[in-house]
């Protein structure tokens, strides 16, 4: 037999074992354990759950290392080394929740109930559940075996929901990459999402001066002046090209804040605006478009001072669905749940934003919650959707790390192996295959 007909025999009879590691009660136990762990945030405080991913990973012959962000916060990385040299892949999912929120909860929070096959608790779709989903798959191809080629990394982070703290210092770290992927397991119900909007979150302050509510003229009004100013932002265009799978790009001015009496002329106001851009769009123009209004609103109203800050300036990311990784992911995710996925983009960012860009890898979303779920009382996972999901990771694992040359460009594991980056501003191409 010739060595290569052996391996590809190798290869099958791995691929047939494989999912037979991925059992349900046991995926049901890393989810539920992973909704008990509270890691709300604010105000964080993942270090038990990342600690508890650490212990599940070693356990399944995974090296494992939590990176500290104070005494209750940690994010964890851990690798599952390949035998060869080559571009790994990475799988990532977030530790912290949102809060509860003050709605009604049918079923209790932490408790990760059991009811009509879903798995009940805040996180378990956004994104406990994609945590389990990961578990589940390096336990699978740990125990098969399987020479891989690059290695198996896994990105658990702290801080997603506020400030992208875990994935920042994920960010900082040169022993990962150059990468074939990065695949985020935020809630896709298994589809897969290849663009995610960027934002572009601005506060806006008009500086007025202070004077008494009965002699206003001696004073400037720094809410009438916001108002004017919110009327001029209203009116600027913003360019933007629809984008197939994002849509268009949007606004919203979402808080304001202003005053300190009925009877004191106010000399501060701040809003802050929301801001969703598609690829193609320039943060820096857009910002710059809006000093152009306040510099115009100067010139026609006397007194007119405001000032612009960023508080949040992320991206917009695509992966092209011709990116060979993509149809490659297509085929395994077909393969693993026997349905065929579909392509969409998704309007909210996620990691992705801060990990794309410093390792220039392709990205794919696709993870077991529902996204109509996140954020909302009474979230919940599909057990048979975790399942799906660690079945599809596991090969995805595999075949990816296992046989890259058939998953990528040609040069895929030489000087170009961190893939072709998501958001270089090439037109996205939507023929999928
Ligand atoms: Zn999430």
């Given amino acids: 037999m010739s060595k290569g007909s052996k391996n590809r025999k190798e290869t099958a009879f791995m691929e047939a074992h494989l999912f037979e590691s991925i059992n349900e009660s046991e995926m049901v136990k890393f989810c539920r354990d992973l909704v008990r762990i509270e890691s709300v945030n604010p105000p964080g405080e993942e270090r038990a759950i990342a600690e508890y991913m650490a212990a599940a990973l070693t356990g399944f012959g995974l090296e494992a290392e939590l990176l500290g962000h104070g005494p209750k916060r940690a994010s964890l990385l851990a690798r599952l080394r390949g035998s060869e ?10 530790l912290d929740t ?13 408790s990760g109930e059991i009811a009509g096959g879903r798995i009940w608790g805040r996180g378990a779709s956004d994104m406990k559940g994609g945590l389990a989903a990961i578990i589940g798959a390096a336990k699978a191809v740990s125990e098969s075996r399987t020479p891989l080629r ?4 896994i990105a658990a982070t702290a801080g997603e929901e506020v400030d992208s703290l875990g994935a920042e210092t994920i960010a900082t770290r040169r022993d990962i990459g150059p990468l074939r992927t990065i695949l985020i397991s935020e809630p896709s119900l298994n589809e897969i999402y290849v663009a995610e909007k960027g934002v572009l979150w601005i506060e806006l302050a008009t500086h007025g001066k202070t004077a008494h509510g009965s002699m206003p003229q001696l004073g400037r009004n720094a809410i009438t002046m916001m108002v004017a100013l919110i009327e001029e932002l209203e009116k600027l265009k913003i360019p933007f090209k629809n984008h197939p799978l994002l849509g268009g790009f949007t606004r919203s001015v979402n ?18 605006i929301d801001l969703r851009t598609v690829p193609g769009q320039n943060h820096q123009e857009i910002l710059k478009q809006v000093e152009e209004s306040i510099t115009k609103l100067q010139k ?7 000032s612009v800050k960023v508080i949040n300036d992320r991206l917009p990311i695509e992966t092209s669905p011709e990116e060979p990784v993509v149809r490659k992911f297509m085929e395994i995710a077909r393969d693993a749940t026997g349905k065929r996925p579909i392509l969409k983009g998704v309007s909210y960012y996620t990691d992705a934003s801060v990990l794309v860009p410093a ?16 954020h909302r009382p009474d979230e919940y996972v599909e057990i048979s959707k975790l399942v799906e999901s660690a079945k599809i990771y596991a090969l995805a694992a595999l075949k990816l790390l296992q046989n890259p040359d058939s998953a990528s460009h040609p040069d895929a594991n030489a000087e170009d192996s961190g893939g072709r980056s998501a958001n270089e501003g090439r037109p996205l191409d939507n023929r999928i295959p």
Avoid at 98 to 110: A, I, L, M, Q, S
Wanted: net charge positive.
């Fill in 85 to 94: 040299r080559g571009p790994g892949i990475l799988f990532s999912g977030h």
């Fill in 98 to 110: 949102v809060p509860v929120g003050n709605g009604e909860w049918k079923h209790d929070p932490f």
């Fill in 150 to 153: 690059g290695d198996l990394i």
């Fill in 255 to 272: 808080t304001i804040s202003g005053g300190m009496k009925t009877n004191v002329v106010p000399d501060h106001c701040v809003v802050t």
């Fill in 300 to 306: 026609k109203i006397v007194g007119f001072r405001a």
């Fill in 359 to 374: 390792f220039k890898a392709p990205m794919i979303i696709c993870g077991p919650g529902d996204p109509a779920l996140a």
